[in-house]
């Protein structure tokens, strides 16, 4: 276990760069430690997001990669040590599970709850729990990697 | 408790890895990993570790471990065999 998700102390994160993102592509307004190995990202949906006008033109949804993506960089601060070193990037490997289990509107907070279920090596196995509105909208489980992986030649 | 067969962990293999050839090819010391043998990555190595620990209940500890005790299926069924608690007769 790495040091920083050992101090045990709930830690309230306000912070425009929790995560190595630029300003459009970032996925976590607020990150809040829970657990020694726990904690919980807040996304506010923007209605004005550009996505939300073609996804779907009339009926807006939260695309669906994007609550993954949420998960992700939910992970990814956990990861990182509540965002203490945001220069030093994780990265998706795997979505090894993920269900989508209601729609998610604009205007909504998406909720990730991240629990670090098994590191080994640079890899990191995280269970997510997404809701948003007090209900439960997407579960699962991601790998993420402190390295990036070669791509391997078919 | 499971025994540990050269079948029983092909099987895990082909429940838990992406596998890029016939599972059926993939002998007792056929390599894991490697361009020559069944070529796993690190994901596929960790999801093993997991199968490994949930069928057997006997943990693959570190990334060390996992390179030794993963190198074939012979190699990880005797390291599995030699972790399991003796049989009652």
């Known amino acids: 276990m790495v040091s ?18 630029g300003p459009g592509f970032r996925f976590i307004d607020r990150f809040e430690k829970i657990g ?14 550009g996505f939300f006008a073609d996804h779907f033109p009339g009926n807006p949804l939260m695309p669906a990669v994007l609550v993954v993506e949420c998960a992700a960089q939910a992970a990814g601060v956990l ?16 979505i090894d599970q993920f269900r989508i289990l209601t729609p998610i509107s604009p205007g909504e907070t998406l909720e990730t709850r991240v629990l670090l279920e098994k590191e080994f090596g640079p890899l990191a ?27 391997h030649s078919s | 408790m499971y025994e540990a067969s050269v079948e029983s962990l092909r099987e895990i293999l082909m429940q838990n890895c992406m596998l890029k050839i016939d599972p059926s090819t993939i002998g007792e010391e056929t390599p894991l990993f490697g361009p020559e043998g069944v070529g796993l990555d690190s994901l596929d190595a960790l999801q093993i570790v997991i199968a490994v620990e949930k069928r057997y209940g006997i943990a693959i500890g570190d990334p060390n471990t996992a390179k030794d005790a993963l190198q074939s299926l012979g190699v990880l069924r005797d390291w599995i065999q030699k972790r399991l608690p003796p049989q009652a007769v």
């Open chain 1, 79 to 94: 990861l990182m040590g509540d965002g203490k070193n945001p220069t030093t990037p994780v990265f998706l490997a795997s």
């Open chain 1, 125 to 151: 196995i995280c269970a997510i729990e997404c809701s948003a509105s007090g209900r439960a909208v997407a579960r699962g489980k991601i790998t993420l990697s402190r390295e990036i992986t070669k791509p």
């Open chain 1, 36 to 49: 020694p190995a726990e904690g919980m990202g807040w996304k506010f949906l923007d209605p004005s997001a």
């Open chain 1, 4 to 21: 920083f998700l050992t101090d045990g102390l709930s830690r309230m994160i306000s912070n425009q760069a929790l995560t190595p993102h």
